[in-house]
């Protein structure tokens, strides 16, 4: 089993920054994609960007230019980091990891609220 765990969300203006974290435990060695998805209230949720072990990432139109996501191995933490913030980027923020052999389980972290005000 994994466990995911994340922080940094909160409240910030139209236009500031926030940087998301996400560390994993358990059984990490067998882990190869991480990513970050959203859900706003009455939409679904949807994927802002992932990450491979080896750092190929991914990122959905929408956030392209204006986040980053990256890796560290090491630490087992995958992080979001997220500028010239929107309203519309308002949404409960979800890390997910995939393990790297069949079946590809996937496990998720309960979440972490970003805020941001017009």
């Known amino acids: 089993q994994v466990q995911l765990v994340e922080s940094g969300g909160g409240l910030v203006q139209a236009g500031g920054s926030l940087r998301l974290s996400c560390a994993a435990s358990?059984?990490?060695?067998?882990?190869?994609?991480m990513g970050w998805y959203r859900q706003a209230p009455g939409k679904q949720r949807e994927l802002v960007a992932a990450i491979t072990r080896i750092g190929d990432t991914n990122y959905a139109d929408s956030v392209k230019g204006r986040f980053t996501i990256s890796r560290d191995n090491a630490k087992n933490t995958v992080y979001l980091q997220m500028n010239s913030l929107k309203p519309e980027d308002t949404a409960v923020y979800v890390c997910?990891?995939?393990?790297?052999?069949?079946?590809?389980?996937?496990?998720w972290g309960q979440g972490t609220q970003v805020t941001v005000s017009s």
């Open positions: 358990g059984s990490i060695f067998h882990i190869n994609a």
């Open positions: 997910k990891a995939v393990a790297s052999y069949y079946p590809y389980s996937e496990y």
